[in-house]
């Protein structure tokens, strides 16, 4: 599969694609994707998730009473910090997150901000798990991907791309 790589490049600001949804969805499977296809590094919470349970299941003072705030919080925080270093660099990166809380939704809208960076919102739902508009601010880029058809890459980049060069503001998009 050949990269449009060049065609993403059209645009030359540093750019935050964060892909949310619940575990239960392919979300992992696209984000990767994407960022296979376009090149870009992939912060993924999940695998922060997976390295902190793995320090403390490892620490030699395992506490079971471990606050639910280090489960929920530190590893979007940590992702955060690592997403901010790349857009530091004015890269482009994809975001994989469940993004369960608005405020970690308005976390990243101020994260973005402040790196004068593009956010784009990739919401992934299926039957079970329906559209969530809560997360609604006014000039950030949405799109929705129904993760119960099958998802072309190849397919969806140009659209992606379109979305990001839109101005602010832009109503959010249904995608197949």
């Known amino acids: 599969m050949e990269s449009k790589r060049g065609e993403a490049e059209q645009f030359n600001f540093p750019t935050m694609i964060a892909i949310k949804g619940p575990s ?3 979300k992992t499977e696209i984000a990767t994707k994407l960022a296979d296809f376009l090149h870009y590094p992939l912060i993924d919470e999940a ?3 997976v390295a902190l349970q793995n320090s403390i299941t ?3 003072t395992n506490d079971s009473s471990i606050s639910a705030e ?3 919080e530190l590893p979007f925080k940590i992702a955060c910090q690592i997403t901010s270093t790349q857009l ?3 890269l482009k990166v994809i975001f994989n997150t469940v993004l369960s809380e608005r405020s970690h939704f308005e976390h990243l809208v101020q994260l973005a901000n402040s790196h004068e960076a593009c956010l784009l919102v990739i919401d ?3 039957e079970n798990h329906g559209f969530n508009d ?3 601010v006014g000039n950030v880029r949405k799109l929705k991907i129904d993760t119960t058809k099958a998802f072309v890459v190849e397919e969806f980049v140009p659209a992606m791309l379109q979305a990001v060069e839109l101005p602010q ?3 959010s998009k249904q995608l197949p």
């Open 70 to 72: 280090y489960y929920d």
């Open 169 to 171: 503001g832009n109503p």
């Open 58 to 60: 490892t620490s030699p």
């Open 124 to 126: 992934c739902e299926d």
């Open 47 to 49: 695998d922060v998730i």
């Open 88 to 90: 530091d660099l004015k």
């Open 134 to 136: 809560c997360y609604s």
């Open 24 to 26: 239960s969805v392919k």
